[in-house]
C-alpha cells in the first residue's frame, strides 16, 4: 500500500436521512460541525443526508417527491398564470 495517501481525520460518523430520520454509523473524512449520540452512547460527528439508500426510490421501490427547498411550489406558483 501507498503511504501517506489517506485522510489524517478518518474516523468514525453518523450519517442521517432527514427524509425519514433514518441512520447508520461508518467510518468517513467528512467534515461536520453538528454532534451526536449514539445508541452506544458515545458522542459522533453528524452528517444530514437529503436521501440515502432508505428513502432513495431505487431501493425503496417506492417513487416520493423529496422537495427540501420549496423549489417546485415557487415553480407552479411563478408560472400558473401561464398554463391558464
Not at 449514539?38 to 432508505?54: N, R
Not at 421501490?61 to 423549489?71: I, N
Not at 417546485?72 to 401561464?82: G, P, V
Amino acid at each position: 500500500m501507498k503511504k501517506d495517501i489517506h485522510p489524517k481525520n478518518y474516523r468514525t460518523v453518523v450519517f442521517r436521512d432527514i427524509s425519514n430520520d433514518e441512520a447508520f454509523l461508518t467510518r468517513s473524512a467528512v467534515n461536520s460541525k453538528d454532534k451526536v449520540i449514539w445508541t452506544d452512547g458515545k458522542e459522533y460527528p453528524l452528517v444530514k443526508m437529503e436521501i440515502s439508500a432508505f428513502s432513495h426510490p431505487f431501493f425503496t421501490g417506492k417513487m416520493k417527491l423529496v422537495d427540501t427547498a420549496g423549489r417546485i411550489d415557487k415553480f407552479n406558483k411563478k408560472f400558473s398564470k401561464f398554463a391558464k
